[in-house]
Structure formats: C-alpha cells, structure tokens
C-alpha cells in the first residue's frame, strides 16, 4: 500500500464513504471519524481487489460496521450535534446536513444505511444484503418500514407555517 | 426521496479528512493481525500490564494474558466518570482449533459489557461471509477461485453462569487476516474482570480465559457548575504522552512508535497532575486552563509548538461565565407550528466581546427550540460564527436550559475545527452534566479548545 494508492482511494470513493457514514450517525463529527478509521483500515490491510466494484463494496461494508460499532460503543444521552456554519459558503450545506439530521434521527439505527444505499447509492436489495451483511428479504423489510417512516415524517413538517420577522 | 438525494448531494467530506488520514498513515497507522496501534474503533491502548496463567482447554501450555485499560472507548470517547474499557493482549496467541485468538476486548456497554474476540487465521486471506454470523475463510486460494470455507461457524462463549451464548461476528474487513466476533452485552452481565469462561468453536476446541485484575489509571472526569474539570494521569519520568481526542494518553513505546515528539513533561522528573479547566477560549491549539507546568504540543499539519499557559490564565479570568445568570427572553415565543426567524438575529446577551444573538424558534416535540447564533474574535483576527442549539421545554414555568458550547474557528491553515459537546442540563439549570464528546478537531491533532457556559433563560411562564 502507498501513500499514492491511499490517497487515490479517498479521491474516488471519500465522498461516498463520508456520505453514508453521516447517513447512518447523523453527525458530521462522527462522519469525519468513521471517514478515517476506515481509510485507516484501508491503509492497514492493503487489500487487493478484483475490481472497483469490490472496492467500493468493501469500504461501504467497512463504513457500516465502523458506524455500528460506534452506535454500539455510545452511551446514549440526549444530546444536540452544534452546528457552525464556517465559512458562510457552507452555510447551505449545514442546514442540508441538519435537515437530513432531523429526517435520519427518525430511522432506527438499522435503517437508515439501507435508506442510503438504496436511494442514494442506487443499490439493489440483493447488493445491499451482501453488504450489510443481512438477508435480502430483511433488507426488503427494513426498507419498505423506512419509506413508511420518512413519508410520516415529511408530511408531518410540510404542516409548519414558516413567519418571518 | 428525491429529498433525501438533494439535501445528501450537498453533503461534502469535512476540510481536512484526507490530510489527516494522510498524517496518520505516515505515523504509522497500525500494524497487521495482533495488537494495532492506538485505534479509535478498538480504543487501543496500553496503560498496565498484568500477567495471567491460562489454562487451555486442549492444550498445555500457559499464555499470559496483559491486562491494560484504555481510557475511553469508541469513536465518540462518551466522557463517562468511571467508565472504561479494557483489552487483553496475548503475550502468545491462544490456539482455538485451527485458529488463533489474538486479543480480547471487554468493554462496557449498556450497563453491562461487551466482549469482543480477535481471532486470526495468520496469513491466509479471508472472505468475510455475508450470511448469518458466520465468518468464512479462503484458505490461500485465490479470490476469484476461492471457496467458502467454513472457519468458525458460530463461535460461542460458555459463560460463568453456565449459559451459552453465540459470538456474532462483525468483521467487515473481507481482505483482512482476522475475525471479529462480539457478544451482546445482554450475554455479557456476568462477566467481569474477574470471571473466567471458555471460547468454543464449532468443532468443539475449547480455549479457557480468565480475566484478572488490572491496574487502573483511569482519567477522571469532574464537574463543578459549568466548570469541567479534567484531571489528568499523572505523568511519570520519561514518558510519553500524546494529545489524543482531548486526553493525555501514555504511549507505550513498545506498541506505538515514537510519532508524536511531545517532550516529557517535567524534565526535572516530578510527577505532575495537570488540570484543565473549561473556560473560553479564543485561540486555537492550546489548552485553555489552569496550568501548574508547561505542555508543549506539537500539532498537526503544521507542527507549530505552542505555549499553552501564557493564555491560559487570560483566557480563565475573562471568559468564564457566571453560574447564574438569567437572561430574560427578548422576543415572544412562537404558538406551537409556527417557526419564527429573524432576519435580523436578535441580540440575547453579551459579555465581554462575545454577543449571543437568538436566529430563530420553533417547536419541535414539545420542546422550544432556540437557534442561538454568538461571536468570537480569535486572536488570530479570524471571527467565528457559531450556532450552539439550545432545546427548551416551557411546561408550567419549568424549563430545561442547556449547558455545553463550541469552540469552532478557523486556524491560519484554514483548517476547520470543530468539536461539539451538548447536553441537557436538569430543569435547574444545574447539576448532572453530561459532556458527550471533548474532542481536539481531526484525528490525533492537538490542541483543545473548548468552554463551558452555563445560562439559564428567564422562565417566562
């Protein structure tokens, strides 16, 4: 493994790494983490691969126990991620992260990579299962109950009047 | 779920992620198989040693077993008084079957613990099976060609008690010379430091494990108002210690290698105890707080070293705010479905150089929610703006306020760094604090910054 590999790793496959972390703690902070233990990961095994398509599944399998097992590790407490929104070009980005935040907070721990690798990541049930490490019929469920939730969810907020001062 | 794509498109990676993956990776980050090097996921670290016999079930020799204790635990590093976890290390590898058991790690979780087994199938490449707890491996074949070769099956765990319970394994780490297999905390409400069980495989080899006492040195968390104050390991002649996530933790030279040139912290060869207290602090990369010696940091990505305790005291004697103060409400609260924003945020309080505005409220299950935006000058000239969320709950003139801060800014490498620690405060205002995360911004980088504020808004009935 070089530190040209690593790199080009996380050029090609970050984003995609990051994403799904986020979706599956809701914290951007976490996110960051989980980005580095599993490049850390990377960098430790050096693993070869048959092709990119084993690659990626790799690091979203290696992404979703890291995440796990930081869901795991927490002790619970009611808490609030802080936001700060610095510099101002990413103020859009920060009420996304938010938003999203709200509607994942929502999902059972267990749903939501499926969420995000369905809708997001556009895989099959069947990709999803081997990646998870599920079966595809669980996958299935959890997947039809998350839609269920989300729709509660998003009608809910549509209900709110937004005043401006 | 066209939603759900939109707002997720325009989630990008923090600045700096690959930077400090990169730094880390130089360091020295990890090692194949056995012990890694301090690892956030496992919490490895090693603070005592302690030796054990351990009687094998099959066979005959004796395998020392290293008890240490990890301060913290996990990603988050939950600041928890009291809370740790531990690892075993195998000073030789016991033989479970065909396998090897590399380390044992016992951590707390969910009023119990929970017990992880590393095993390792030595060079052998594996292929993590996505089936039902079963971990399969390839034995040397290549991938494509490879079979799924029963490993372990399930592996289960025979408990003080008796019971039986199954190892579930985790590993994601398909290339990757080990497994891991956990146990439920629910399994695990026997086990302690002091119990013994017996590790099975499929085939029925039997590996006996007792774990025994440990030496703690533990980091100890207190609180007094809106202060935190951490008290740190002692420091003993000599050695090491990083800045990692928020903690002096003890290198051990053996296991990590020299990466972080932190001198020791009393040449003189006194053992000190450093306190740190919670107060704002302005700058970046140093530790804001009461300082009985001098801690040089070396940082990353610029390794600047920096003097932490000419500002300390400053920064102490400025910004530490008042247990009690009470800040009447200056706009009307919302009715309940109605988000009101600002355009103008509304100034809540000021002290000192720092304004806190309120952006906008609204209620979202029966709590107020109160975006509350303030100002910071850094002294490096950068301002900072920050939005801390405060939740509230008007019931009957009670309230909860909230007790916690940021300290975001931007250093001279245009770095972001972020930490956030958030917790609700009893409905007084006070007491029982919890402080989910103090963390120093990416990775091992040093320099912490954080404070403590403690407000409490006016009930308005």
Redo the contacts between chains.
């Keep these: 493994m070089t530190e040209e590999r690593l790199e080009a790793a996380m050029k090609q496959y970050g984003t995609t790494v990051y994403r799904l972390a986020f979706a599956q703690s809701g914290s951007r902070v976490d996110a960051d983490d989980v980005y580095q233990e599993v490049f850390l990961r990377y960098w430790r095994t050096s693993p070869d691969f048959a092709s990119d398509e084993h690659e990626k599944a790799w690091l979203l399998r290696v992404t979703t126990n890291c995440a796990h097992s930081l869901h795991r590790a927490r002790v619970r407490r009611a808490t609030v991620e802080l936001n700060e929104a610095i510099p101002d070009h990413r103020d859009e980005e920060a009420q996304a992260a938010e938003e999203l935040r709200d509607l994942l907070e929502r999902l059972p721990e267990a749903y939501r990579a499926v969420i995000h690798l369905h809708y997001f990541e556009e895989l099959s049930t069947a990709e999803i299962a081997q990646i998870l490490g599920r079966r595809e019929g669980t996958v299935r469920m959890q997947l039809t109950r998350a839609r269920r939730m989300l729709h509660d969810q998003m009608t809910e907020e549509t209900d709110e009047k937004e005043v401006v001062k | 779920?066209k939603?759900?794509?939109e707002?997720?498109e325009?989630?990008?990676?923090?600045p700096g992620?690959?930077t400090?993956?990169?730094a880390?990776?130089?360091a020295g980050?990890?090692?194949?198989g056995g012990f890694?090097r301090v690892?956030?996921?496992t919490a490895v670290l090693i603070a005592a040693i302690l030796g054990i016999a351990l009687c094998v079930g099959i066979g005959a020799s004796a395998v020392h077993l290293r008890s240490v204790l990890i301060p913290g635990?996990?990603?988050?590093d939950?600041v928890?008084p009291g809370?740790s976890s531990k690892i075993w290390v195998l000073d030789e590898v016991v033989p479970l079957g065909s396998k090897q058991i590399d380390y044992i790690l016992l951590?707390p979780?969910?009023g119990g613990y929970?017990l992880r087994v590393i095993l390792t199938n030595g060079p052998e490449e594996i292929d993590?099976e996505?089936?039902?707890y079963t971990v399969s491996f390839s034995n040397g074949l290549p991938?494509?060609k490879a079979k799924e070769t029963s490993f372990f099956g399930t592996l289960t765990a025979v408990l003080p008690d008796g019971t039986t319970a199954e190892l579930m394994a985790?590993?994601?780490?398909?290339?990757?010379a080990s497994g891991y297999y956990n146990l439920d905390s629910y399994a695990c409400k026997n086990i302690s430091e002091q119990t013994s069980f017996v590790l099975r495989s499929p085939q029925g080899d039997e590996a006996a494990v007792t774990l025994v006492e440990y030496i703690e040195k533990e980091r100890v968390i207190e609180k007094s108002n809106a202060d935190l104050t951490v008290r740190m390991l002692p420091f003993a002649k000599g050695s090491r210690y990083l800045l990692y996530d928020g903690r002096f933790t003890l290198l051990d030279e053996k296991w990590v290698p020299e990466v972080y040139n932190i001198p020791p912290i009393d040449e003189a060869g006194n053992k000190l105890t450093v306190s740190v207290y919670a107060d704002i602090s302005l700058g970046v990369d140093y530790v804001a707080g009461d300082f009985e010696t001098l801690i040089a940091l070396k940082q990353y990505p610029t390794e600047r070293i920096v003097d932490c305790s000419i500002n300390s005291a400053k920064i102490a004697s400025n910004y530490h705010f008042n247990n009690d103060q009470v800040i009447p409400l200056p706009v009307d609260i919302?009715s309940k479905?109605?988000?009101?924003?600002?355009?103008e945020p509304v100034l809540l309080f000021e002290d000192g150089e720092i304004k806190f505005y309120v952006e906008s409220m609204?209620w979202k299950d029966d709590l107020l929610r109160l975006k509350i935006a303030y100002t910071r000058y850094l002294e490096n000239g950068f301002s900072?703006?920050?939005?801390?969320?405060y939740?509230l709950r008007a019931e009957d003139g009670t309230y909860y306020t909230s007790e916690?801060?940021?300290a975001?800014?931007?250093s001279t490498d245009d770095m972001?760094k972020?930490?956030?620690?958030?917790?609700?405060a009893d409905k007084e205002g006070m007491g029982e604090t919890?402080y989910?995360?103090i963390?120093t911004g990416?990775?091992d980088e040093c320099g912490i910054y954080f404070y403590c504020m403690n407000v409490r808004l006016q009930n308005w009935g």
């Design positions: 779920m939603e759900y794509r707002k997720m325009k989630i990008q990676p923090s992620l690959e400090a993956v990169l880390r990776a130089r980050g990890g090692r194949k890694y690892n956030k996921l635990v996990g990603i988050t939950v928890v809370e951590y979780d969910e929970s993590v996505t089936g039902k991938k494509d985790l590993d994601g780490d398909p290339q990757h919302p479905g109605e988000r009101v924003t600002f355009e609204y900072v703006r920050c939005r801390p969320m939740y916690g801060g940021s975001g800014g931007m972001t972020g930490e956030d620690r958030f917790c609700l919890i989910e995360r963390r990416f990775g």
